[in-house]
Structures are given as C-alpha cells and as structure tokens.
C-alpha cells in the first residue's frame, strides 16, 4: 500500500520509469537508483500500448522492486496488475474508472488517480476509492499551455483530506521547494531520465528535501 506516513514531514520520492526501456540495462540502473535514494514506489509507464512488451518489462522490475520492498505501480493498464503480481494501478483519466479499477482489483490493491490541476476531480477520485490523488503539472512542461496545480489547493489538501497527494509533472528545484510542506509525495521521472546521470539529476532535484 502506498501510505503517507503517520505526521509525515518530509515528502517522499514516487519514480516513474522512462516511456521506451531498454530491459539489457535499465533494471541495472533503476536499482542503482533504489539503493542510493529513497524511493516510496516505481510506477511502470510505458508508451507501448502491446501487453506483452509491457508484461515483459513488469516481470524484470517486479523483482528488481520487490527484492528491495517497494511496490510496482502499473500505468493504465489495470487488467494486467493482478496477472503480473504487481501493486496498483496509476489511472491517468480522473476519477472515471476508479469504481472500475476498485471492483476489479479489490481492497488491498493500490488504485492511483491523476487529476490534472482539478483539486475537485481529485476529491471525486478520493471518494470513488482511490488511495492517492496526483496533481499537476507544478510548473510549465513545454508540452502545451495547460493549468497548472496551484500551490493552493495542496495547501488546502494537507489541511483538510487525510488521502495522499502527489505532485506531478514539472517537478523542479523550486518546485520541490514550495511543495514540499504540503505534499505527500514527488512523482518524478522525465525530469531525470533525459540526463546522461538520471542519479545525479535526482540527487540534485531533491536536494532540498534533505
């Protein structure tokens, strides 16, 4: 299960891995990663819309994630998270098919919801079952001019609703910096991988978490 923790102060690292991942060395350094920082969970994120791609990636990072006791989150795809032994599911439409994911995938299974900037849909998506919420993008992505998750409403989260929430998208330095005393969680991913050291790139973009 993927919790805040009790009176938790300090945010803690949700990854995401890259959309292409090459399986000859990626787990190789996913788990560099894992055993130099602190990661809360690894959400799978592929492009490739093919089960069996997306299976065979599963299967090597289940148990590169499992073997250090952190749970491997499933993008989308919700009828492949019990079939493949992984922990939940990450929905990117809202609150639309969290009843669907909760009734396929029972209780104990992590069921996500990616809100947009929409702190109502996330409420909706609390309500619906889901486990954590995440808004964003914190900061402009370049990928459109879409809204962008006010500082606000994450005040207003960790002010009145116990459920986790999550910042995602456009995570940067200063990001992390004004997120930080009111989010459970940082979802990173594209901000690192594009680097040539995607340790390093984390290391720093978290820095001011430590």
């Avoid at 005393?181 to 001011?208: M, R």
Wanted: proline share 5%; glycine share 8%; net charge negative.
């Amino acid at each position: 299960m993927i919790d805040a923790a009790e009176d938790q102060q300090v945010p803690q690292i949700y990854l995401i891995t890259p959309p292409e991942i090459e399986l000859s060395r990626f787990p190789s350094l996913l788990s560099g990663i894992m055993d130099e920082v602190e990661i809360a969970c690894v959400r799978l994120a592929m492009a490739a819309a093919d089960e069996d791609e997306v299976s065979r990636a599963a299967d090597v990072l289940r148990e590169t994630c499992h073997a250090r006791d952190i749970p491997l989150i499933l993008d989308t795809h919700v009828r492949l998270v019990e079939k493949l032994g992984l922990d939940g599911v990450h929905l990117n439409d809202g609150a639309r098919t969290v009843r669907f994911a909760r009734k396929e995938l029972g209780a104990d299974v992590v069921v996500g919801a990616a809100c947009g900037a929409s702190r109502h849909e996330g409420m909706n998506a609390g309500e619906s079952g889901a486990d954590y919420v995440a808004l964003g993008p914190t900061s402009d992505t370049g990928l459109g001019a879409g809204e962008l998750a006010a500082i606000e409403d994450f005040q207003w989260w960790s002010e009145m609703i116990e459920l986790p929430i999550v910042a995602e998208g456009g995570i940067t330095v200063e990001t992390v910096e004004q997120f930080a005393p009111f989010a459970d969680f940082f979802a990173i991913g594209p901000e690192i991988w594009k680097s040539d050291t995607p340790l390093d790139a984390l290391k720093a973009l978290v820095a001011p978490l430590s």
